[in-house]
T-cell receptor, first 113, second 113 residues
Framework: GAGVSQTPSNKVTEKGKYVELRCDPISGHTALYWYRQSLGQGPEFLIYFQGTGAADDSGLPNDRFFAVRPEGSVSTLKIQRTERGDSAVYLC???????????FGQGTRLTVV | QQQVKQSPQSLIVQKGGISIINCAYENTAFDYFPWYQQFPGKGPALLIAIRPDVSEKKEGRFTISFNKSAKQFSLHIMDSQPGDSATYFCAARASGSARQLTFGSGTQLTVLP
């Protein structure tokens, strides 16, 4: 596709469950970012990949959150033992390189009940 | 040090009027200042961006004014249209290896017909 694709669009899960959120970046984009957007707030940085490696994971709130990008393209954000406070829209963005314009996906709305 | 403060939280403008949104930052390492537009259910989309070596950038009806000494920048939307009704986020990015965006809290703009 032409843009950043995120699946699923919506995810409802029970407290304590494990979830995976997927991001397909724009083809050829080496940089990939995950952000979290709570209701009425701006996106907050979670983690940044350059290629396959996590270059900066300083935004991950705790060790329940983990992300991978094994082949330098698709990325998966994994959340263990979900809590109600994890409910938010999780946004993925990609860019052609550090410093290039970032393009955002439509986000995955996660609701923990 | 990493915050970007945005105001107002919400703004109502008549069609044809000027919409003005303001942001302020503290981190002098920021060297790129984009504005994003977000419609409900969509990811943020880049609207216009500026670097601190210029004081103003105009693209169509959208203008960024940048005051480096005051560490402030603003978005002006001229001849505002109902289709401009959306949430606007200012952001900033520092030089360095990660290059993630730090977002303001957003301004919900409503343009009345």
């Amino acid at each position: 596709g032409a843009g950043v694709s995120q699946t699923p669009s919506n995810k409802v899960t029970e407290k304590g469950k494990y979830v995976e959120l997927r991001c397909d970046p724009i083809s050829g984009h080496t940089a990939l970012y995950w952000y979290r957007q709570s209701l009425g707030q701006g996106p907050e940085f979670l983690i940044y990949f350059q290629g396959t490696g996590a270059a900066d994971d300083s935004g991950l709130p705790n060790d329940r959150f983990f992300a991978v990008r094994p082949e330098g393209s698709v990325s998966t954000l994994k959340i263990q033992r979900t809590e109600r406070g994890d409910s938010a829209v999780y946004l993925c963005a990609s860019s052609a390189g550090t410093g290039a314009e970032a393009f955002f996906g439509q986000g995955t709305r996660l609701t923990v009940v | 040090q990493q915050q970007v403060k945005q105001s107002p939280q919400s703004l109502i403008v008549q069609k044809g009027g000027i919409s003005i949104i303001n942001c302020a930052y503290e981190n002098t390492a920021f060297d790129y200042f984009p504005w994003y537009q977000q419609f409900p259910g969509k990811g943020p989309a880049l609207l216009i961006a500026i670097r601190p070596d210029v004081s103003e950038k105009k693209e169509g009806r959208f203008t960024i004014s940048f005051n480096k000494s005051a560490k402030q920048f603003s978005l002006h939307i001229m001849d505002s249209q109902p289709g401009d009704s959306a949430t606007y986020f200012c952001a900033a990015r520092a030089s360095g290896s990660a290059r993630q965006l730090t977002f303001g809290s957003g301004t919900q703009l409503t343009v009345l017909p």
